[in-house]
């Protein structure tokens, strides 16, 4: 097993990435968390709070980060209610996390992040949609898993940036098939705007992952990484079992600036089945096309279809608009068709959002979900879910 490892990690080094001027990520990776203002080249904040009752402690913080190490705190909560007659009819739960970045060299860095996610009730956001009777993830990331270790990985770049490569402690979600509206904690709340529902992406684990520029405007992107992982109980187990979830994407930018801004990409995956025989081997394609347009709108397209029974769909249809204001408020619609292995029918979301920015370090969320036809049950023939987000950063 481990000379298979080793070999899908040579593929890789010979990839080894590039796809961005920031690095491997996307805009739920740290090194985006750390930049505030959604990469906009002007951002016009309404305040600046809570860096004003604070400033010494701010100060401090930039002082670090002019010296290499940069760093947050971070506390996000939220409240979703339902009117279905199924379940709890409500669910809320919250997230602690604390991420940084230390740039030890040129051209290398070591990137972190702790998390405790915690439901507040009987039911977390995350399995809202399936207490209410859908097939449906309608608060990604807010889950009761407890702590965990999400990140823990080295980065290489190469001087001109024509590749980059990680390894260690990964979330292959903050870079796999993303575009600029995909992180659950400051867009869309629903997994079927977030990554696409159709991969069965591993929890945060043991990763190596790389790619590369292909000219002025292409690039590819691979992982490797441990497809039983459990960030609450980091091991190394990969290496004994050998089961392992692997990726490449090929895409296209108008330039490696605007990498998850102006962006067009294939995404091929695969699983391999577990030997316990708790999860099928599982594969499948995603196809994913976003534009920002005078940097305001953001018309995006994907799809994606998968075999097997791992993933939570095995066919996925989105479309939908973003729109991005000065003041860094953020707007998002979105529609979903979705058809799912085994069940029959098929189940269709809106999901509608308007992040209110009081500030570059507090965002406050108000959200609706729309589904109709959930798959879970015949009981209801739609579901309206209301959801409030809040992230103060510190």
């Given at each position: 097993?481990?000379?298979?490892i080793?070999?899908?990690?040579s593929v890789l080094?010979c990839?080894?990435?590039?796809?961005?001027?920031?690095?491997?990520?996307?805009?739920?990776?740290v090194?985006a968390?750390l930049?505030?203002?959604d990469?906009?080249t002007?951002?016009q904040?309404?305040?600046d709070?809570?860096v004003?009752?604070?400033?010494?402690y701010?100060?401090w913080?930039?002082?670090?980060?002019e010296?290499?190490?940069?760093?947050n705190?971070?506390y996000l909560?939220?409240?979703?209610?339902?009117?279905?007659d199924l379940?709890?009819g409500?669910?809320?739960?919250?997230?602690?996390r604390f991420?940084g970045n230390?740039?030890?060299?040129e051209?290398?860095?070591?990137?972190?992040k702790?998390?405790?996610?915690?439901?507040?009730?009987?039911v977390?956001?995350?399995n809202f949609?399936?207490?209410?009777?859908?097939l449906s993830?309608?608060?990604?990331?807010?889950?009761?898993n407890?702590?965990l270790?999400?990140?823990?990985?080295?980065?290489?770049?190469a001087?001109d940036?024509?590749w980059?490569f990680?390894i260690?402690?990964?979330d292959?979600?903050?870079?796999?098939?993303?575009y600029?509206?995909?992180s659950?904690?400051?867009?869309?709340?629903?997994?079927a705007f977030?990554t696409?529902?159709?991969?069965?992406?591993?929890?945060p684990?043991?990763?190596i992952a790389g790619?590369?520029k292909?000219?002025?405007?292409f690039?590819?992107t691979?992982a490797?990484?441990?497809?039983?992982?459990?960030p609450?109980?980091p091991?190394?187990?990969v290496f004994?079992?050998g089961?392992?979830?692997?990726?490449?994407?090929i895409?296209?930018?108008s330039?490696?600036d605007?990498i998850y801004?102006d962006?067009?990409?294939?995404?091929?995956?695969?699983?391999?089945e577990?030997d316990d025989?708790s999860?099928?081997?599982?594969y499948?394609?995603?196809?994913?096309?976003?534009?920002?347009?005078?940097?305001k709108?953001?018309?995006f397209?994907?799809?994606?279809t998968?075999?097997?029974?791992a993933?939570?769909y095995?066919?996925?249809?989105?479309a939908?608009l973003?729109?991005?204001?000065?003041?860094t408020d953020?707007a998002?619609?979105g529609l979903n068709?979705?058809e799912?292995?085994?069940?029959?029918g098929?189940?269709?979301?809106?999901e509608?959002?308007y992040r209110f920015s009081i500030?570059?370090?507090?965002?406050?969320t108000p959200?609706?979900?729309?589904?109709?036809?959930?798959?879970?049950t015949s009981d209801e023939?739609?579901?309206?879910?209301f959801?409030?987000?809040?992230r103060?950063?510190f």
């Amino acid at each position: 097993m481990v000379r298979k490892i080793l070999s899908l990690a040579s593929v890789l080094v010979c990839l080894s990435s590039a796809a961005i001027a920031q690095g491997l990520g996307g805009p739920s990776s740290v090194q985006a968390d750390l930049q505030p203002g959604d990469g906009l080249t002007d951002p016009q904040f309404r305040s600046d709070f809570p860096v004003n009752i604070a400033p010494g402690y701010f100060r401090w913080k930039e002082g670090l980060a002019e010296n290499g190490f940069s760093f947050n705190f971070d506390y996000l909560s939220l409240g979703q209610w339902s009117d279905s007659d199924l379940g709890e009819g409500n669910a809320s739960g919250g997230i602690f996390r604390f991420y940084g970045n230390w740039k030890a060299t040129e051209n290398g860095s070591l990137t972190f992040k702790l998390e405790d996610r915690h439901a507040y009730g009987d039911v977390a956001p995350q399995n809202f949609g399936f207490d209410g009777g859908a097939l449906s993830i309608t608060g990604t990331a807010f889950n009761d898993n407890g702590t965990l270790l999400t990140n823990l990985f080295w980065t290489q770049r190469a001087d001109d940036g024509a590749w980059t490569f990680q390894i260690g402690q990964i979330d292959v979600t903050d870079f796999l098939d993303v575009y600029g509206l995909v992180s659950p904690y400051t867009a869309f709340q629903n997994l079927a705007f977030n990554t696409n529902p159709t991969i069965n992406a591993p929890n945060p684990g043991l990763a190596i992952a790389g790619g590369a520029k292909l000219g002025s405007n292409f690039y590819v992107t691979g992982a490797v990484a441990d497809a039983n992982a459990d960030p609450s109980s980091p091991d190394l187990d990969v290496f004994s079992d050998g089961e392992l979830f692997k990726s490449v994407e090929i895409g296209y930018t108008s330039g490696f600036d605007r990498i998850y801004f102006d962006n067009i990409h294939f995404t091929f995956w695969h699983a391999d089945e577990a030997d316990d025989g708790s999860r099928r081997e599982d594969y499948g394609a995603t196809f994913s096309a976003a534009w920002f347009l005078k940097n305001k709108w953001m018309p995006f397209f994907r799809a994606g279809t998968s075999k097997g029974r791992a993933a939570l769909y095995e066919k996925s249809v989105s479309a939908g608009l973003g729109y991005f204001a000065r003041n860094t408020d953020l707007a998002g619609i979105g529609l979903n068709w979705a058809e799912a292995d085994g069940i029959s029918g098929d189940q269709k979301t809106i999901e509608a959002f308007y992040r209110f920015s009081i500030s570059p370090n507090l965002q406050i969320t108000p959200s609706v979900q729309f589904i109709k036809d959930p798959l879970l049950t015949s009981d209801e023939s739609s579901i309206t879910l209301f959801g409030l987000r809040a992230r103060i950063v510190f």
